[in-house]
């Protein structure tokens, strides 16, 4: 057997978990499995099963009253992150009968928003069924994505809960706020936890069906280690269970009895503390294998990652990132895999989404490499910084304008597209101060090589140009 990692194994065959089906506008509960995570294995079916937030969802309180009454409002659920944002949106949608749309505000833009209200608009006309629309990290709108949510909000063809872990008075603006009910979600209390803990060894169908138990001081730590967040409690004990022996939800199998030092030993072996230095040092060594091409260490430091629950969406954004940082025109498409990585990721979640997060590392490992766009970055940044604010030329200024003309504006701009091979060496687009400045500066790396050729030769004409 080889002892790569990453091996070209010829034709791509079917995957198991690719079933081909059809996913419709309900909220999916997610199917228990080994490959799900505990935590998303245990997402609630009900509000009934969900843990927390009395202050909002206890009886009697306005929100569950609203909701048992079968009414609905936009909603903002604010709350840092594994309390229960995007599981009480779901639960919110089952439990007065509403379709469920999910975006996420990181990837999805003003026209997937439309799309998604007209959507909601012919649900409600042609079968009267009413649609939820959440939007997850829904502070990373700008006020064009805030805006497009605002017509079908207003009409009710969508009911809005949006999830943030920011404070929304600095970062919604008011249009929006005035037409959503605030509601502040708090860490879990630690019985709260420990209740999810339970439900985890207990459940016969998405938990380990009584195949685990806990000593009680054992159950104590996984508490303290969760601090209010059910995902980090839940992925310790899943963690603790692997390492124990037990891997798949259901009553099958062994049963094992977890101790404290059981939880210690697998947190100090599997666990990913996200506010040590392991954090920084992991990142590191991942971005640090793709630049230096070797797509076994990727794959292997990317997985540990995920595995040990780092946010998908961080590494995804940092391979966008690498796509242009470290590959750049070498590889024109390693920008368009990365962020379609990124977008699968949103559309499917996780599991399912390894195998693109894995695909755009492994892609971006063996792509040759440039720093091109970094070093052009550099260069433009000290020339503004050292030359401040210079005029626009007047040939470039806009020329549109009743009036423009008598100022010189656009006045002897020669459009290339006049010209046979689209080039017109002898106009310039710098500020007079730097004509001449050569601040692009391509390798001779995969596809930058015939760029490095081309930009030589407009170069030399432009100064050919000049010395005439």
Known sequence: MSDQLFEDTGPATRSATDDGGQHGDHARPVAPGAAVPLAARLRPRSLDEYVGQLDALGPDKPLRSMLDRGELRSILLWGPPGVGKTSLAAVIATHVEAAFLELSAVTAGVKDVRRVIEEGRARLELRGRRTVLFVDEIHRFNKGQQDALLPGVEAGWVTLIGATTENPFFELNAPLLSRCQLIRLSPLAEDELSVLLERAMTDPERGFGGRVTLDDDAREHLVRLGDGDARTALSALEVAAAAAGVTTPGVEGDTVHVTLATVSDAMRRYRYDKSADGHYDQVSAFIKSMRGSDPDAAAYWLLRMLESGEDP??????????????????????????????????????????????????????????????????????????????????????????????LGHGVDYDYPHDHEDGFVPAQTYLPDELVGRELFEPSRHGHEGPVADRLADLRARRRAERRG
């Open 313 to 406: 969406r961080f590494l995804a954004r940092r391979m966008v990132i690498f796509a242009s940082e470290d590959v750049g025109l070498a590889d024109r498409q390693a920008l368009p895999l990365a962020v379609a990585a990124f977008d699968a990721l949103d559309k499917v979640g996780l599991p399912e989404a390894r195998y693109a997060l894995t695909h755009a590392a492994v892609a971006l490992a063996v792509a040759p490499k440039s720093n091109s766009v970094t070093r052009a970055i550099s260069a433009a940044l000290e020339a503004v910084r050292t030359h401040g604010n210079l005029d626009v030329p007047p040939h470039l200024r806009d020329g549109h304008y009743r009036g423009a003309a008598e």
